[in-house]
């Protein structure tokens, strides 16, 4: 007899597979081709896809008994959970009062170099309790659950001691325990030279590398090391040293490369073999040539160049035609851009940096996989993959991108199980 599934999804009007991927992410043409099935037909058990594809064929591989639940998804567009490989989830200290000051002309580095930007949210994070970040991040990871994203990123970054490190890391880590989405660490001890350190800047790359770096991979709290690669935060050697460490100590790397000025950071996770080079606004066509060839994974934020007011050019279609594999992330943080939803990042995708729908879709799912490592088990429907899937209030896969500002999400699926329903969170 067949296996009764535990989970039916029937009769979507689009089902965006994205299949085919796992191995290598999306370049070039594929990710302008999303792996569509009209009608499609998915059946999960025990929290796995065991079939997608028309309904005779999800029908000949499982069948309906007494425990399954059947969700019609007729007139419907079906995807895979969308995944966020770029956030910095916990913090204290919110910056809206900076936003008043850019539109009056201050830069964000100049802010920064004046001790406010990320050293003000550094001073309220390491005044913060563990359960304060906490129950505020949960707060985000509801409503990023609620847009339809079931796998998130989320870095460290707003401690800047060794203690107040540790501190956001454990809760990045009981969140992930404790909460539907999924959440995967990553250490920015490098984010911002804490104001101790202000006349030994290096002194503080030693502190990273000599005991931040070494105590992070003791405690297993952070799978991925990031630096802020930029003018007047961390330069490309001191990037190097804190990354070539992370290396040796076993973390995936990520950077955040030539986001407000070319730097060589494009070059630098290229030379390092990175999983991802993040921001990418100011790359050098070499740089991104570099990434290409290495399949380092390209991730744009355009939520952050679109809330900072910066007018650039659309450096995600030339990274598309170079051939570099490109994903897309919120960048969720409070200064530079306070947006939980990828559908919004996807329209941004759209409109400023000339994706198209199925593109930015692609670089939501299964290219944001690839960023997170994840690749294997997320960001398609496929046999053998994690059940994570969004159901919504449309019938094509377009109207992500071009119905801006608004939550199409009907239901939600993780790991197998509906955690949202109607536009409302379910789970406990
Ligand atoms: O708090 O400003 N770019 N880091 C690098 C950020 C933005 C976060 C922030
Ligand atoms: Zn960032």
């Known amino acids: 007899m067949l296996p009764a599934a535990d989970l039916v999804v029937a009769n979507a009007a689009q089902m965006v597979t994205m299949a085919g991927f796992s191995a290598r992410p999306k370049r070039g043409r594929q990710m302008d081709e999303p792996g569509l099935i009209e009608g499609g037909w998915l059946a999960a058990k025990e929290g796995k896809i065991v079939a997608v594809g028309e309904q005779a064929l999800v029908m000949s591989a499982v069948r309906v008994g007494p425990g399954t639940e059947v969700l019609d998804a007729t007139g419907r567009l079906v995807t895979p959970g969308l995944v966020d490989p770029h956030t910095h989830l916990v913090f204290a200290g919110w910056r809206e009062r900076e936003m008043t000051a850019r539109l009056r002309g201050s830069s964000y580095l100049d802010i920064l170099a004046a001790g406010g930007g990320i050293l003000s949210t550094v001073r309220e994070t390491r ?9 505020q991040a949960q707060g985000v990871l509801d409503r990023m659950l609620l847009a339809g994203t079931t796998t998130v990123e ?22 992930d325990r404790t909460h539907a989405v999924d959440v995967v660490p990553t250490f920015l001890g490098a984010h911002a030279v804490p104001p101790e350190y202000r006349d030994s800047p290096d002194h503080f790359v030693d502190l990273i590398v000599e005991e931040m ?24 050697d001191q990037s190097r040293r804190i990354l070539k460490e992370a290396r040796v100590l076993g973390f995936g790397l990520k950077l955040h490369a030539d986001e407000l000025a070319p730097q060589g950071g494009a070059e630098l996770a290229a030379e390092l073999g990175a999983v991802s080079a993040d921001h990418l606004l100011h790359a050098s066509p070499q740089g991104l040539a570099a990434l290409a060839d290495r399949e380092v994974i390209a991730v744009l934020l355009p939520g952050t160049p679109f809330f900072l007011g910066l007018d650039l050019p659309p450096r995600g279609r030339e990274m598309v035609d170079a051939g570099v594999p490109v994903a897309l992330a919120t960048d969720f943080n409070p200064g530079t851009c306070p947006v939980e939803s990828m559908a919004i990042v996807m329209t941004l995708a759209c409109v400023t940096q000339r994706l198209t729908p199925a593109e930015a879709l692609a670089a939501a799912t299964i290219n944001a996989a690839h960023a997170l490592r994840r690749a294997d088990t997320l960001g398609s429907l496929e046999a053998g993959k994690t059940a994570d899937l969004v159901i919504y209030d449309a019938p094509d896969y377009r109207f992500l991108s071009y119905r801006f500002g608004v939550n199409l999400v009907d239901t939600v699926i993780k790991g197998g199980r509906v955690v949202v329903r109607g536009g409302e969170l379910v789970y406990d």
């Not at 970054?157 to 009981?174: H, P, Q």
């Not at 105590?215 to 330069?235: I, N, P, Y």
């Open 127 to 135: 005044r913060a309790t563990a359960g304060e970040l906490r129950a």
């Open 213 to 236: 770096l070494p105590a992070v991979a003791r405690e297993g709290l952070a799978e991925f090391a990031d630096v802020f690669c930029e003018e007047g935060v961390f330069s490309v």
């Open 154 to 175: 989320a870095k460290s970054g707003y401690g800047l001691t060794l203690a107040d490190e540790l501190k956001c890391l454990s809760v990045i880590r009981d969140l």
